[in-house]
C-alpha cells in the first residue's frame, strides 16, 4: 500500500490522555488522508484534546462548530469547495455520542444528499469527554456513569445500535468499520476513500483507558481482543461488490475481553453469568452473520 | 436600467439575493419564509445563479451548513422563521463566535405555544443575545436594499458578523407591491466579491472552532466592539447605497416629523407605515406625534433614539413581542438607552402580536394613552393594547 503521506499530521503536545485509542486513530487517519484533506469534527474527546486556542495539534484545515451538526458543516464546506472549482477531501471525525445519538438526524441528510464527504466515526462507546455516560454506542451489559451496576443493575440493558447498518440503509458508497489495534487496515480502508465518490463512512473502534478501565499501556491489546472475541466486527462494503470480513482464526471466548475492563468486571460474578453468556451469544452471533 | 416590477416581498428578497450572487444556499422550509427559498431554488435550476444551493434536513443543518461554507470563504446565505430560527439559535451563537458574514432572512412569526403562523417579532426578539447584527424592514423595497447592504456590512472586515435582515411574515413576504430592481452591474460595484479574511483551505491550514481555556470574555467582547463599530458602518453603507441607487431607509434609525413631535411612536417593521400614515392624520387634527423607526435593533442605537425624542413629552413604544416577566424588550432596550439622561419619559405598549392587525383605532388608543400619561404624570408599566379580555377567563 502507497501511503500519500509519511509525516505526522496530528503534531505533538496535544492534550489526550496516555494510551487514548482515539488519538491513535487520528494519527492514523491523517496518515492516510493527507495535506489535502479538510476536517470537520464534533465536539467531543478530540475536539477537545487537540485544540486548544492557540496550540492546534492540527496540521490540516480543521473546524469545529457544534455537538450535532458535523456532518452539515462538511456539507456546506463540501458545496464552497464545489462552488470554488477546489477538489480538497472534505472528511468528518466525531465521536460515537455526535453521531450515533445527537448528530444523526444531521449525519443521515448528508448521506442522503449524496455529497462527497467521508464520515469517521471514532467509537470509545460512552460519552467520555463529560465523564462516561451512556451512549446508544455503548455495549450491552457495560457500566457507565448513566448506566451503572448496581444491586439492581447488571449495566446498559440494551445492545449497541448498528450504525454501520444504518449507513447502509442510506446506499451509500462505501462503509467500513475498523479498529486502531489494525493499522494497516484502518490506513487502506481510509485511502480507499479518497479513491471513491460519494457519502462513506468508516467506524472506528477506539479503546477508551479511563472509560473502559484498562491500563493504557494496554489500548490496542484491548482493540485486538475485542475483535478476537467477535463482539466488533471488522468488515468493509463497496457499493456493488460482496462485503469483506475479516476473518479470525484462533477465536477468544468474550470472557477475556470482559475481564480486561473495570467497566465489564461485574458481568464475572457468578449472579451475572447469564448477562456474560448473552454477550457471548452476540459474539456468536456476530461470527456466524459475518463469518468472522 | 433599473426596472420596477410588482412582486411579492419574497420574490423582492430571493431578487436581491440573486444579485449579491451568493455561492452557497442553505434551507430548510418553514412558513412564511418559503417562497423566499422556491424563488432562489428556481433560480439556481434555472441557471440564474451560479450558486450551490444546499437541501437540508432541518434548519439546524441550514444554518450549519452554511456556517461551513462560509468558513470555507464562500458568500452564503440562509432564510427561516419562527420554530426555524429557534432550531438554528445554537448554531447562530456559534456563528457570530465564529465571526463567519453569512447573511439571513428572519422572517417573523411568532413562536408556539400555541401554535400559528401569524406575524410577531417573538422569534428574533430570542435572538438578541446572539451577537448577530439584526436590521428590521419596512416595506418591500427596504427589504430588497437592506439584503444588498447586509453582505457589504457582514463581509466588512471591521465587522465580520452575520446579518439578520428582519421583515415581517405574510405582510411583508406575501404581499404585492412595486419593487425598483436594480442592475446587475451597480450591484457588482457596490457589493464587490466577498474577500475572506480567513478561511478554511489546505494551503493554509488554519484551526477553526477551537477550545477556550481563558479568552471567552475578551472573545465575547470583541463581538461587542464589531457591533459597536457597526454603527458607523450601517449608516455609511445606507448613505453609499442611497448614492448609488437613490434610496434611503434610514441609517440605525429613520425619523417621521419628529422634530416638533410631544409623542414619539418607536416601532419596527411593518406597522412604521401605518403609523406613518397614522401621524398624518393625527398631525391634522392638531395632534404632535412623530414616528422613529427602528431599523438597527441590534447594535441598538441607543444614543441616536435620544437625540431624536429628547424635545418630545412622551415616547410611546410599540413592542410586537413580549418577554414574558419583564415586558416589550424594546420598550426595555428604549427605557435603557434613555435612563439618566434628560429625556421624556417611556410608555411601553404591547401591541400587534400573533399577528393581531394594528389599525387607526389601536393607533389613536396609544396617542390617548400617551396624552393622558403626560397630564396626569402616571406612567403604566405596560399598556396592552386591543386585548380581547374574554380569552383571559
Redesign the interface.
Known sequence: MVLAERENLLAAGHRACPGCGAAIALRQILRALGRDTIVVSATGCVETFTSPYGMSAWEVPWIHSLFENSASVASGVHAALEFLREKSSVVVISGDGGTFDIGMGAMSGMFERKQNITYICYDNEAYMNTGVQGSSATPYGSSTTTTPAGKASFGKIQPKKDMPAIALAHDVDYVATASIAYPQDLMKKVAKTKEIYGPKYIQVHTPCTIGWGFDSSKTVEVGKLAVETGLVPIYEVEKGKPMVVKKVKNKKPVEEYLRFQTRFRHLLKEEQKDIANQIQAICDKNIERFGI | MSTISVIEGSMAVAQAVKACRP??I?AYPISPQTHIVEFLSQFVADNEM???Y?????E???A???????????R?YTASSSQGLLLMS??LY??AG?RLPVVLTGVNRTVSAPITIQPDHQDTMALRDTGLIQLHVENSQEAYATHIQAFKLAEDHDILLPVMVCMDGWILTHSFEPVKLEDQEKVDEFLPPFVPKYR???K??????????D?VPEFRLMMHFAQERAKEKIEKIAREYEAKFGDYFGGLIDTYRCDDAEIVMVAMGSVIGTLKDAVDKLRKENIKVGVLKVRSYRPFPGEEILSAVKGAKMVAVLDKSLSVGQGGPLATDVKAALANKQAPPVLGCIAGMGGRDMSMVLIREIIEKSQKAITTGKIPDIEYIALKRQYLE
Open positions: 455561492g452557497v442553505a451560479d450558486t450551490k444546499v437541501r437540508v434536513d432541518a439546524f443543518s441550514a450549519s451548513a452554511v456556517y461551513g461554507s462560509s468558513a470555507t470563504g464562500v452564503s445554537e448554531v456559534a456563528m465564529t478554511l483551505d489546505t493554509n491550514p488554519l484551526t477553526y472552532g477551537a477550545y477556550a481555556d479568552e
